[in-house]
């Protein structure tokens, strides 16, 4: 099956700090999704971004379908950024259903 | 907010029991999806409905079971519970077209079963 790998695990930076969030995933695909799950477990939009460069204030994303990964810029970092990072993939064969990296745990510090 | 509710918010459970958990969908999508994310890990996918059809399926037992009604809200229902059915439970929903591409899909705030 579909592998989708984040990087880093785990990130802990200052207030202000920038940071750059990888995904890797090994089959082509028709939709990626980025999310930030708050503490309480809901999952945020953050990017439908299946190829190409999108940017929403501080936060941008690029996609590089040819070779299979994708990364997710945060500048200016505030503690409300913490939480878990997702990457979420659809296959272009099967279902539309999203198969989900292994996550990045962020954590910034004031 | 997304637009997509759940309910119930907490649910606390016995092996064995049976549990339903619901989910309306955005206004306009006709598309529900459901995942498990258990403590710890990324959501995973169990099924998906699309126009009161299931539309794929991951690797969960038969014992996990769903319904889409006309107005495209959607039940799970997961019988015969086990310790390990404790987790989180996201729906999803999205516009799906005949094509399938996969359109963007938004997640309700979730139901956390606990099954002791």
């Known amino acids: 099956g579909i592998q989708v790998e984040q990087s880093p695990p785990d990130l802990i930076l200052q207030e202000g700090a920038n940071s750059t969030l990888r995904c890797n995933f090994s089959d082509s695909v028709n939709n990626l999704q980025w999310f930030h799950q708050n503490p309480w477990g809901q999952l945020i939009n953050l990017f439908y971004?299946?190829?190409g460069t999108k940017q929403n204030g501080r936060l941008s994303a690029t996609t590089v379908a040819t070779e299979r990964y994708s990364l997710l810029y945060i500048s200016s970092s505030q503690t409300t950024d913490s939480g878990v990072y997702f990457c979420a993939v659809v296959l272009q064969t099967g279902a539309n259903n999203l198969f989900f990296g292994t996550g990045t745990r962020l954590t910034v510090i004031p | 907010e997304t637009g997509v509710t759940q309910s119930p918010t907490h649910l606390i459970k016995t092996r064995g029991q049976q549990v339903t958990l619901r989910c309306s969908s955005q206004?306009?999508?006709?598309?529900v999806s459901w995942y498990q994310q258990a403590l710890g890990q990324g959501p995973q996918f169990i099924f998906q409905y699309y126009r009161e059809e299931e539309n794929g399926r991951g690797n969960f037992p038969p014992r996990f079971s769903g319904l889409q009604f006309p107005n495209y809200s959607s039940e799970l229902n997961v019988n015969a519970l086990e310790l390990d059915d404790s987790a989180l439970y996201l729906c999803?929903?999205?516009?799906?077209?005949?094509?399938?591409?996969?359109?963007?899909?938004?997640f309700g705030p979730g139901t956390r079963l606990l099954v002791l």
């Open positions: 971004i299946p190829s």
């Open positions: 999803a929903s999205s516009l799906e077209g005949l094509a399938g591409v996969g359109e963007t899909q938004y």
């Open positions: 206004s306009g999508h006709n598309t």
